[in-house]
């Protein structure tokens, strides 16, 4: 039986609480909720490194690009512009894991 619960466990980069507090931040309209759950994905991203799973970084993207469109100023054609190629950057990358992850 102890063999069988090894070999169960999984390594993840994130404490219950991190992975909540990103949870939830999702959910969030509040900017500094974002720039926190932000921190701590990247903070995931440098400990696991190189083999980081890749929905960490699109969630990351997810939420920068979030956080960019409430921090906009509506007037501001080229800020606009880049918000959009952002968007476009961010729906791509989660097309082609979808892709990759269930093809």
Partial sequence: MHANLIERVRVVPFTMREWNIVK??????????????????????CRMGNKAPIIIEISELVLRVIIM??????????TNGNLKLVYGSVIIRWVLFVEKWYY
């Fill in 24 to 45: 939830d931040s999702f959910l969030s309209q509040d900017g500094q909720e974002l720039r926190k759950a932000v921190a701590l994905l990247a903070m995931w991203k």
């Fill in 69 to 78: 469109d409430k921090e906009r100023d509506p007037s501001d054609w080229f």
